[in-house]
């Protein structure tokens, strides 16, 4: 009898701590942001790349994806003509990263090349691929012309070629083009990296330059980039 009892407070407290941890592993709501975008990080010491256009005169950031519920983030750089910013996440400890998995490639790439993108024009991660239409935009050549459809939430989101190598950052689509959109090469970014006068900032803003996904398929390439890609909450005042 007193085993039973025994056994029946202990299965009640049990019960009560599930109860209690479920609470507290309950997502919370948030305000629905201003706008949304995709960032990516740029190495392993919680720097990141997203759009200009997308965070320009916004009053906070933060970032999440599968990995990281939510986390804050601000603007160190940008650069207007590549539409680029570099953010840094807050807190700098949510991140368990050694090394990223891909590289990004300080040279162009060949029109025609098979290309793919991964960013988050919804609340869930999207794949696109498609090749490179143009080496330019306009004659202008630190930008790609891609065949691929892109969202007003791909802004930000990195262009890989078939090796995982960034090759570029998703900027926008063409307004009188359905599948048909523009990147900033990674090779023009690298190059505005190393020109920053800030040399503290400087030594912090290197791109990773190791690829560990070259030789993996399609799908197990997605796998291992897709924890480094954020959905990117933008909040502006009135």
Known sequence: ???????????????????ISSVGKKKPAYIPANFMGTGFAINSKGYF???LHLVRGCDSIFIGNKTIERAGARIVHTDTKLDIAILKIDSVSLLNWKELPYSFKSSSSDLGEKIFTLGYPAQDIVYGEGSISSESKNGDTSMYQISIPVNPGNSGGPLMDEQGNVIGVVSGKKSNAEGTGFAAKAEYIDEILKNITDEELKKELTLSKRNNIKNLKRSEQIKRISPFVFNVYVYKGN
């Open 1 to 19: 009898e007193l085993k039973r009892e025994v056994n029946q407070i202990k299965s009640s407290q049990d019960a009560i701590i599930e109860g």
């Open 49 to 51: 790349i997203t759009s």
